[in-house]
Structure formats: C-alpha cells, structure tokens
C-alpha cells in the first residue's frame, strides 16, 4: 500500500495527502498550494464525526474529487479502511478518478469488472460505473464485505436514474464501511429514493433530502471558485411544418403552449436553418473576444444528438476555417480527444452528452446549449462545464435559445436544490408560471403530448435575432430589435474575457444606459424613404410581456420570491387576468408597478 499521511487523533485537512486545490492541477485563484477553504471546512466537519454515510453538495467546478481524494487518503494512512471503490455515472470518469486518485498516492483501476473479481494487487481501489453495479452487484457485494472500503459515490443521484439502479447500489455495498456521496446537482425529476441518503421532511411535510455538507453556486462565486456565467440568448422568427400539413410562425421565446414551443425549439436547433449558424457566429465572437484575455479559451456546443453535432461541427467549420473536435459517444477514443482538447489550444469541441457532466475541461469558456433536453437537472450539469475557474476574472458565456423556461433555469443560477420525494419536480419557477393553468387548458384542447418528439416534423426556416443577456438573475438588453453582427450585439459580446463579477455586472449596466442615452439624443431622421411599419397589437403585447417577465425575473432574483408568487402579487395589486391575456394597459400597469416596488427598495 502506497505511504500515505501520518495518523493523528484529530487530522486537519492540510495535513492530508498533497493535492492540488482542483483536478487537474489547476487551483481557483488563491487557494494553492493548500485545500480550498470549502474543502478543508467539510473535510474537518467529517472527520469529527467520522461518519458511515456522509452526502457533500457542492456546485460543479468546486472541486468535489479532492475533498473526497483527501477523505479517502487520511483514512486509508488510519487503517480505518483497507479499499477504496469509487462509483462514477461513465467510463470516462472512471479514468478521471484514476488519474485524480493517482495524484493522491491513491492507486485505483478503471478497467475493473465486476465479472473478473479481482484485480492487480498494485491498486489498493477500483472504480465502477453505476451500469457496472447494476449489471453484477453481488460481485461488488462480495468485494466490499471482502475489506474493510471506503465507498465513493460520485454524482449519487444517478443510482435513482432507475430503480433497478438504486437497489443494485444498496445491495452493493450495504456492507461498506464508509459511504462518501457526492453530487452537484441533489433533485430529480422522479420520485426514486437515492440510497444511504437521509430524507427528512420540510416545513411542507414533504420529504427532502438532507446534505451533511452543502457549497452552492453563490458562495463559490464570492470565493472565487467558480467563474460567473452571463447567458446570451437568442430569439427570432421560426417557421415549421407539421405532420398534418399545417405551416406554423411563431416567434421564439414568447408564451406559447408546451408543444408549440417544443416545435419552435426543434426548428431554431435545425442545423439547416439560419437559426443555428447565427449563433454559433455570434459564439465565435464572444470566443475571440474572450481570448483576447485567457488566449486558450475554449468553446463547446452541446448538441442533443450525433446527425446534429455533425453538421454543427460542419458549420463551426465552415465559419471559422478550422474543424472542430467533435465527440460522439462514451469510447475511450472520444475521452482520448477530450483529453487532447482539454490540453490543446484548439477553439472549438462538438459533443453530444459526453461533456455533459464531471468531464474536466477547465479552459472552456463559452457554451452554445443546442440540445431540446432542458430538465433543471441537465441543464445545471452543462452550464457546470464551464465554470470551473482557473485564475482570478475569468467569465463563462453561455449561448442558449430564448425560451421562457430556459431563461426561467438561467436565472435560478444560483438557487440550491434538494431531492425532493412524493412529488415530482417541475418548472413551476419558470417566468410563465402565473400563465400555467391557461396554459394547461390550451395544451389539453390540443392534445399535447409528450411523443412530441416521435411525430413528423418540418423546419421551414429560422432567423436569430439577440434577445437579452441573464446574468446574477437580472435581463439586461437594448430596446427594439437587435439584429445578430450589429454595434448593439456587440456591445455585450465585446465584454472582456477577464473581469470580477461585480464589474460584469456594472459593465452589462453602463452598456445598456449608454445605448439608449444615445439612442435618446440621437436626433430623429430627415426622411425615411419608408415610413417605419406600426407596430401592430399582437407584437406589442408580446415585447410587454417580455418587459414584465424580465422585470420579474430581476425581481425573483432581488427577494427570492417565486415568479409566480411575483405575478399573482401584480395581479392583486392591478386588478386583470394572467398575462397570457392582459390587455396593454394592464400589462403596463403591472410594469410601472413592479418598477415602483424597486424603487421603493432601493
């Protein structure tokens, strides 16, 4: 067995086993060469009490492997156990932890089964994949009752991914002498119970999971862990399709009903539209801009299948002159080129959902989410790749379809979440919340259905045009239409790649009151040739509610109040039906109401 710390009565964390502040080798400004502050808290908080179950919830990027590593490490030199088994949701992870591990002076095997038995006697621990517990648990049953083992169970809320799973993981290593679980990401959207975690019920009388130790997104950010996020997104005109021969417009990120925004998202996703390029142009850019500042940023498209990363790539290629890296599935070729990306310079990877969840790429920086998967689940576990912060000022961007609820998840950034059982989850915090039982009417006369996915389907056509950019919970944009390669676009992807996040904050705000203090004195034209279209009812009802949902969305952000709760409240206040239906002044009224509460406050 490999020398590991010495014993001591009561360990402190920075006497563990020497690792790096964040897997690989890369520690968030001011942190290294010791445990980050979090880590060395939860570290000391577990070693009091050295418990048989212990579950950390940290953000992703914080660093979860080297406070587990250091777990693993001190009670290893104590002979509390004698073997590590690390549970990772893909095979790629598993080498991840492997090379982690080693780090550590921890040897684990990734190319263990559970059919063999047996490994090398030069690993003191191996590493599973949940698939691989589920297909032979009473092998690893039998090695864990073998020793006395530490149980690693990265991402935990995968063992409820089906019950099946569950039950094999609990059958597994119920003998386990210690059971460390970790997750970014502790809520579901199913009501399987995830083994050796406590669930205790809420002041609903709701059970909810309960962490030992919790580090969310915020307090990373103001420590400096994670890099802040600004979410750019993109609306425009969509044209599609349906099976029955019908052709449909409508307008990306306006209310719509489940599956008619279901089918806008398909088409704007349409690698042969304008949509797409648009965006990914616009990414490039924001990419240029960030290099600038980090020189080896990176960028990534998570795309929802194979055919569309290939012709995303096919794009990337197109635009940029180089060819991007495309990963298409979990072979060890793929992590091989994930490895080579994460070590290159290289500007562009394509993926489909490889680099979804704890693959280690620090140096990417900007996100394009073309995928129509937008579970809060996956979504916190995309937007994860890319805030892992490698130095002081670094800034994530994060390109993604204006959709009601989607923005409704950017905004919720923030926001720590627990498994909640009895119930399942759903998006009542999005921005469209107040509208939902109209909603709900309309998609019940129309039969929606969630083989949305399986129907026939035609993009007609797609056009980008610049939405808004979501950052700290609050929407900042200009007024009118901002086209994509326009000054007005570039105002927000100009920002610099290197910045503290107050002063991306204060940036986003001058920016946007410059435009329109210049849009304000800027004098009117001589003569148009054409006299500018009027804008009709429907349009203008639809910029008001967005007006509104942007507002209470920064309000949400302000107080913590669901939007729902926020848009009941105007309701009261200002008499009317939902805004699905409000007229224009009473849209406006509940404007100059929310406007007035945050004055008020200020």
């Known amino acids: 067995m490999p020398a590991h710390t010495a014993h001591t009565a009561h360990p402190d964390p920075a006497d563990a086993a020497p690792l790096p502040p964040a897997y690989p080798d890369r520690a968030a400004w001011g942190t290294a060469p010791s445990l980050r502050a979090w880590q060395a808290e939860a570290v000391r908080a577990y070693f009091e009490k050295r418990p048989r179950d212990y579950l950390a919830v940290a953000t992703p990027g914080a660093g979860k492997t080297t406070f587990a590593l250091t777990i693993a490490a001190e009670l290893l030199a ?215 500042h980090v020189p080896d940023a990176g960028g ?79 979504f916190a576990q995309a937007v994860g790749r890319f805030v892992r912060a490698r130095r002081r000022g670094e800034t994530a961007s994060v390109f993604l379809p204006s959709t009601g609820h989607l923005l409704g998840l950017a905004s919720a950034m923030e926001v720590e979440r627990d498994h909640v059982l009895g119930r399942a989850v759903t ?35 797609s056009e980008a045009v610049f939405d808004q950019v979501v950052y700290d919970g609050a929407a900042f944009g200009h007024a009118g239409e901002v086209h994509v390669g326009s000054d007005e676009e570039m105002d927000f992807l100009g920002i610099p790649g290197l910045l503290e996040p107050d002063q991306v904050r204060d940036l986003l705000r001058s920016r946007q009151s410059e435009r329109a203090r210049k849009q304000a004195e800027s004098p009117a034209p001589a003569a148009a040739p054409a006299p500018a279209r009027e804008e009709v009812a429907f349009e203008q009802l639809g910029r008001m509610r967005k007006e509104l949902n942007a507002l209470v969305a920064a309000w949400h952000h302000r107080t913590g109040q669901p939007h729902g709760v926020i848009h009941a409240a105007l309701r009261r206040e200002c008499k009317g039906p939902a805004a699905a239906v409000a007229s224009a002044d009473q849209l406006q009224e509940r404007i100059d109401r929310i406007r007035h509460w945050a004055a008020a406050r200020s």
């Open 78 to 292: 104590t002979r509390a156990i004698e073997r590590v088994t690390v549970v990772a949701p893909t095979e790629h992870l598993k080498t991840q932890w492997a090379v982690a591990a080693a780090k550590a002076g921890i040897p684990i095997d990734p190319t263990f089964s559970g059919t063999a038995g047996r490994t090398s006697k030069d690993f003191v621990g191996v590493a599973v994949t949940y698939a691989g517990v589920a297909a032979n648990p009473l092998a690893m049953r039998m090695r864990t009752e073998r020793f006395r083992t530490l149980v690693i169970l990265d991402e935990i809320h995968h063992a409820g991914d089906a019950l099946s799973w569950g039950e094999a993981v609990r059958e597994a290593f119920d003998p386990a002498r210690h059971r460390l679980a970790l997750t970014g990401t502790p809520f579901r959207s199913d009501v399987n119970p995830i083994p050796f975690v406590t669930y205790a019920p809420d002041s609903d009388g709701v059970p909810r999971s309960v962490a030992d130790y919790s580090y969310g997104y915020a307090r990373a950010l103001a420590d400096h862990v994670v890099r802040p996020v600004l979410f750019m997104a993109y609306s425009g005109a969509m044209s599609w399709r349906t099976r029955a021969g019908d052709e449909i417009a409508a307008r990306l990120g306006e209310p719509l009903t489940k599956d008619l925004t279901a089918q806008a998202l398909r088409t704007a996703l349409d690698p042969a539209g304008s949509w797409i390029p648009s965006v990914l142009q616009a990414a490039d850019r924001r990419l240029t801009e960030v290099r600038r």
């Open 300 to 378: 990534l498209v998570i795309a929802g299948d194979q055919e569309s990363a290939r012709a995303y790539a096919r794009v990337l290629a197109e635009l940029t002159g180089a060819k991007p890296v495309l990963v298409l599935s979990d072979e060890k070729a793929s992590s091989k080129r994930i490895e080579q990306f994460s070590a290159s310079d290289d500007r562009w990877m394509v993926a489909v959902r490889m680099v979804s969840e704890g693959v280690d790429v620090p140096r990417l920086a900007v996100g394009v989410y073309a995928t129509t998967t937008t579970t809060p689940l996956f």
């Open 427 to 461: 998006d009542e915090d999005d921005i469209f919340a107040a509208e939902a039982e109209l909603l709900a009417r309309e998609e019940a006369s129309e039969q929606a259905s969630g083989e949305q996915e399986l129907l026939p389907f035609q993009a007609l056509g």
